[in-house]
């Protein structure tokens, strides 16, 4: 039993890749961005709206830990806590975001950490402006996309016909 627990543990390991987790945080956010630019009221979608941005937010954050070296083991022992996942980048390295964003993050951690934006619980909620988040989202996926996708070489978006 032990060996085969092992053996999981080895395979995933192997198979979780910062690259991976990225692409998967860009899904989400762009899934986000379809249902907002179709539905821009807050109200519409709202719990999804939520749930997307802060998926893509652990997903994004967990990739730069992956790509600074942390193993399977480490990211899963975070869980959904994204303050947690946020203060692990700042206090091993030093990637942080603005004192606004910060809040943000610990605003919506609780009830994306409580699965509250998953399932239905009566009572209001109170969380950041959406499009505040959101701006948080998008600005970590693409510091992510450049340290990680272009390896942070400026060349390569000169490359890619960007500059």
Request: net charge positive.
């Amino acid at each position: 039993m032990k060996d085969e627990q092992e053996k999981i543990h080895k395979e995933l390991e192997a198979r979780t890749s910062a690259k991976g987790l990225l692409i998967y945080a860009k899904e989400y956010y762009s899934a986000y961005e379809l249902i907002q630019k179709q539905h821009p009221e807050l109200a519409k979608y709202f719990n999804v709206k939520f749930y997307l941005l802060c998926h893509a937010l652990e997903l994004v954050m967990k990739a730069m830990l992956r790509y600074y070296g942390a193993s399977y083991a480490e990211l899963k022992r975070y869980g959904h806590n994204l303050t947690k996942i946020q203060s692990a980048l700042y206090h091993m390295h030093q990637i942080t975001t603005d004192y606004i964003s910060v809040n943000e993050v610990r605003l919506v951690n609780e009830l994306y950490n409580n699965k509250e934006f998953e399932y239905h619980l009566s009572g209001s909620k109170h969380v950041p402006e959406i499009s505040n988040l959101a701006s948080t989202v998008h600005l970590l996926i693409s510091k992510a996309h450049f340290d990680i996708l272009l390896e942070g070489s400026p060349h390569k978006l000169k490359a890619q016909g960007k500059s």
